[in-house]
């Protein structure tokens, strides 16, 4: 079946540290990718996508490249700041389709 | 302008109570989800809505979970009967066409005791 894979949390850095927090999907058809962040008492929000294969989406520092080869939608950011902390959830949606799946989300601490 | 709200933000009950959760989507959006996150998993799809259509339920893990959504805006998740395992934050989130960005409201804490 369809699925989101991510790493295991929590994951703990110091402020202007490098971040990547891997994702892998397994999809039968051609997946959109999505990374959203939930900041502590809010909703999850958009943080960025990607439609197709290699296209790379950005948002508030942090990039994610959609690579078919390796089925990954890793998230990076150069350098983190505290503000940063919040748990980050990967999620696909396949075309053709309504359902959302999303991975079981990385909660990201970021201390200064 | 103003987003998803969700009502109440946490609720506290007793086991075998009903309870019903509140989503105020965003103002012209046609699509409507209702999610279910409990500790350490990922969202879990619950239902969806669609402007006028059948709603798919299929996500709905038993008969004690209902849902309905009134006018096209306003929805509402009740739970009959409530177990401890119902126990999560219910998510509701809106969309303007399928395959756009959802957007979240805050949650609503759900304790069964």
């Known amino acids: 079946g369809n699925s989101v894979t991510q790493m295991e949390g929590p994951v703990t850095l110091s402020e202007e540290a490098f971040l990547t927090i891997n994702c892998t999907y397994t999809?039968?058809?051609?997946?959109?990718l999505f990374w959203y962040v939930q900041y502590p008492g809010e909703g999850l929000q958009l943080l960025l996508k990607?439609?197709?294969?290699?296209d790379k989406g950005s948002n508030k520092g942090f990039e994610a490249t959609y690579r078919k080869e390796t089925t990954s939608f890793h998230l990076e950011k150069g350098s983190v700041q505290v503000s940063d902390s919040a748990v980050y959830f990967c999620?696909?949606?396949?075309?053709?389709?309504?359902?959302?799946?999303f991975g079981t989300g990385t909660r990201l601490k970021v201390l200064a | 302008g103003a987003g998803v709200s969700q009502s109440p933000s946490n609720k506290v009950t007793e086991k075998g109570k009903d309870v019903e959760l509140r989503c105020d989507p965003i103002?012209?959006?046609?699509?409507l989800y209702w999610y279910r996150q409990s500790l350490g998993q990922g969202l879990e799809f619950l239902i969806y809505?669609?402007?006028?259509?059948?709603?798919?339920k299929s996500g709905l893990p038993s008969d004690r979970f209902s849902a309905e959504r009134t006018g096209g805006s306003v929805s509402t998740l009740t739970i009959q009967r409530t177990q401890q395992e119902d126990s999560a934050v219910y998510l509701c989130?809106?969309?303007?066409?399928?395959?756009?960005?959802?957007?979240f409201g805050p949650g609503t804490r759900l304790t069964v005791l």
């Open positions: 989130a809106s969309s303007p066409s399928t395959y756009n960005e959802q957007f």
């Open positions: 999809a039968t058809g051609y997946p959109s």
């Open positions: 990607a439609t197709k294969a290699d």
């Open positions: 999620a696909l949606i396949l075309s053709g389709t309504y359902k959302y799946i």
């Open positions: 103002s012209g959006h046609t699509a």
């Open positions: 809505f669609q402007g006028n259509s059948a709603p798919d």
